[in-house]
């Protein structure tokens, strides 16, 4: 039932958000600073919306402008499942914040749905079409027009502890290799004993094990949806493999026990604590960690015998499609693209810029870490579907329940089942 009922609030909320910006007789309603290309910087009092994982980002990009703009952004988080939901709630009551940020896949949905403020024309004239992340801004655009930006981007890699690598008798500055090599190094920590655990996955986010999982799917040669994005293919050789090995280290308690109920919210906290070995997790937290005091390192995801692959994710950013401060809100955006905050804010943090003129820095070039990470972008994938969310990252979507079953349940037919549900599922869309 709450799965029916929160996939029907999407779709209602889009037709009224759709219906109410049509009243309005334009893509963008009218109000201050609604005409024209140029960012106003007038001492506006901005709302900005994000999701749980890309909130540190979203403040260090707001606490920056804050301190040296006269408009404020105010950055509200919401759980990452939750999310959506949030968005289609406020779209419907014609409430949407001055601007949000949403996963990267699921920008052509919410820019076909009028979510977003019409940015073709700003765009065009900021200079920076052709040097921002073409995949975030081919994703936000929708029928010819732009209305999203990149804000953030993300891949999956491997973080390891270099403290723990040290202490188990593991080379800090190799490692590893395979996945398969990956459960062995998680293992030797685990063997540490006391609060350590050998490594830690979202076992109940359907998000979090697209992103981690995945790239060990399409690093052992398999995919996980058709080039459409109309059919699964999660009921497969390699899946099964991948999934198989994660839930030996949850049976053997190499991984954390809490990795069964983590559904997001504390990913990040339970590698920032120093206790876990090795585990999956997005590049960006890479300095986000280290500034709790935990020296890291950084590896490929790979299949279970080799070959290396990410997940390309981050967020894209848009204008809310009821915000009466667009002049404002671009400001922000255009700031958050310019040379200062993509080398002083991200680069700096060892972020991946947005930014590809940009992504040999002053900080990035004396990193490997950081030029492992920006050479992966040629082995991953960001995946595309039109009903992604309510088939993949939705609380109730049959591929959560898929996750569920493979990891702590009847593996076989979780994967069987869920190969066809997820299929119906995307049929929808």
């Not at 997790?281 to 299949?303: D, H, N, Q, R, T």
């Amino acid at each position: 039932m709450r799965s029916r009922g929160l996939r029907a609030l999407a779709v209602s909320a889009a037709a009224l958000l759709v219906a109410a910006v049509a009243a309005c007789g334009g893509d963008e309603p009218a109000g201050p600073g609604a005409s024209g290309t140029a960012g106003v910087d007038d001492g506006a009092q901005l709302t900005l919306w994000t999701r749980a994982a890309t909130e540190s980002v979203s403040k260090a990009y707001a606490d920056a402008y804050n301190a040296t703009h006269k408009n404020k952004v105010t950055v509200t988080s919401y759980p990452n499942e939750e999310y959506p939901a949030k968005l289609a709630s406020a779209a419907g009551a014609k409430a949407l914040p001055d601007l949000f940020g949403a996963d990267v896949v699921f920008a052509a949905q919410y820019a076909s749905q009028g979510l977003w403020t019409d940015v073709t024309e700003r765009m065009a004239a900021s200079g920076l079409k052709d040097k921002v992340s073409p995949g975030h801004l081919n994703a936000g655009t929708w029928e010819g027009k732009n209305y999203a930006v990149p804000h953030t981007v993300d891949m999956s890699v491997m973080l390891y502890n270099k403290d723990l690598y040290a202490k188990a008798g593991l080379d800090p500055e190799k490692g590893p290799a395979s996945l398969k090599e990956f459960a062995e190094h998680a293992r030797k920590i685990d063997k540490l004993g006391g609060d350590v655990n050998g490594t830690y996955f979202g076992g109940n986010c359907g998000g979090c094990v697209e992103f981690t999982f995945w790239p060990s799917v399409w690093g052992a040669g398999g995919d996980v949806l058709d080039a459409k994005g109309e059919n699964a293919k999660v009921d497969s050789k390699e899946m099964a493999d991948v999934f198989a090995l994660y839930r030996a280290l949850y049976d053997e308690g190499v991984a954390a026990p809490a990795s069964k109920d983590e559904a997001g919210p504390t990913w990040l906290g339970a590698l920032q604590s120093g206790k876990i070995g090795i585990a999956p997790g997005p590049s960006v937290w890479l300095g986000l960690i280290e500034e709790k005091g935990v020296k890291m390192g950084v590896a490929p995801i790979s299949g279970p015998d080799g070959g290396d692959s990410t997940f390309i994710g981050g967020d894209a950013i848009g204008i809310g499609a009821t915000s009466t401060k667009a002049a404002q809100a671009w400001d922000f955006l255009l700031w958050t693209m310019s040379d200062e905050a993509q080398v002083e804010v991200i680069a700096k943090n060892k972020g991946v810029p947005i930014r590809t003129d940009l992504a040999s820095n002053k900080y990035s070039s004396a990193d490997p870490r950081i030029v492992l990470i920006n050479s992966l972008v040629a082995k991953g994938k960001t995946p595309y579907a039109k009903n992604f969310n309510a088939s993949f990252n939705d609380p109730q979507s049959p591929w959560l329940q898929t996750v569920r079953g493979a990891l702590f349940g009847d593996a076989a037919k979780s994967l069987a089942d869920g190969n066809a549900a997820i299929s119906k599922s995307l049929q929808q869309g």
